[in-house]
């Protein structure tokens, strides 16, 4: 079993991730960590907690992390992919455990330190979190086995701007820093995601099934492709956040390329855009693995069969 753990701003697909990284029979997840993006980091922190009682695995412990970017001011809750309170206006009752007292930052360091070379960190939110453990302890970039980002578009336009991507535009120095910082990422981004879709006859069977369970998946994500229907065509939505957990279960799931990445922070029109050296003599070496192909029909057939 890989450890792992999971950074998230719970939201739909997070909440999407973590069921499928719970069911799963290849990961431990040691904890979760909590940051701010589709919502705010304690919006984000309460929809984990409620989530993991949800599917039964409330004892998972949940650390809640930083509340705003490194150095800009919180951007607007992306209320029209995840409703009001993130999980698509579909309401839990309240969690009835409380979140730890260890920060995230610290949690990801302390764990990194006692498993070295076996913790895969898979981050689905804003980076702010691990660019703060990166800040405190630079000695977790030869520690951790792997990050497993899903961030960026570096093929395909973006979906937060013309050329950004919502986890990226979150904190844009926070990814940049963590790019530079020589620790060991795989990037999943829009390049393969917006391929993974779950459909509305996807949603049809979860209601088939008949669970308490599967009736909150499929009302959660009705207002997730009512998003994606409206702002782009879509018929259905990207599985974004749990293709990071599937790349971190079986790896052949993408093909992987390794590229110099850059995160632009001019704060012009092309702020938040990951530029990839792809030329063939690149200036600079390989910092990030970009998957920029992926078996979907394989991935979407693993994640059904786990997700619940
Ligand atoms: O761009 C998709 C990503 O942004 C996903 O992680 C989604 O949950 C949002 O955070
Ligand atoms: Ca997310």
Redesign the pocket.
Same mark, same amino acid.
């Given at each position: 079993m890989k450890k792992v753990i999971i950074d998230v +701003?719970t939201?739909i697909? +997070?909440a999407m991730a973590l069921s499928y990284a719970v069911h799963s029979p290849d990961l431990e997840i040691c904890g979760v960590t909590t940051t701010f993006? /589709?919502i705010t980091v304690e919006e984000a922190t309460r929809n984990t907690l409620q989530v993991l009682e949800l599917i039964g695995a409330g004892e998972i412990p949940v650390y809640p992390g930083a509340s705003k970017p490194l150095v800009r001011e919180l951007k607007e809750k =992306?209320k029209l992919f995840h409703g009001e309170n993130g999980l698509g206006n579909v309401e839990l009752p309240l969690p009835s455990a409380a979140p730890q007292v260890m920060r995230a930052a610290e949690f990801m360091i302390a764990t990194i330190k006692e498993h070295p070379q076996k913790i895969t960190l898979i981050t689905?939110?804003s980076m702010t979190n691990l660019a703060l453990a990166i800040m405190a302890a630079p000695e977790i970039v030869s520690l951790v086995e792997r990050v497993v980002v899903?961030g960026g578009a570096v093929t395909v336009p973006g /979906?937060r701007t013309p050329v950004a991507? =919502? /986890?990226i535009c979150a904190d844009p120095e926070a990814a940049s820093y963590v790019f530079q910082s020589g620790i060991p990422i795989t990037l999943v981004g829009?390049d393969v995601t917006m391929q993974t879709l779950l459909t509305r006859e996807h949603l049809q069977q979860w209601r088939e099934s008949d669970t308490k369970i599967s009736h909150f998946f499929a009302d959660m994500c009705e207002v997730y492709m009512d998003a994606y229907a409206k702002v782009g065509n879509v018929l259905g939505c990207?599985l974004? +956040?749990p293709l990071a957990v599937g790349v971190v279960i079986d790896p052949s799931f993408v093909t992987a390329y390794p590229m110099h990445v850059q995160v632009d922070t001019s704060g012009s029109a092309s702020d938040a855009r990951t530029i990839g050296d792809r030329r063939e003599q690149p200036a600079s070496a390989p910092n990030v693995d970009v998957c920029l192909e992926v078996d979907h029909e394989r991935f979407v057939e693993h994640f059904l069969k786990y997700v619940m």
């Open positions: +701003d939201g697909d +997070d993006g /589709n =992306a689905v939110g899903m /979906n991507e =919502a /986890n829009l990207g974004h +956040d």
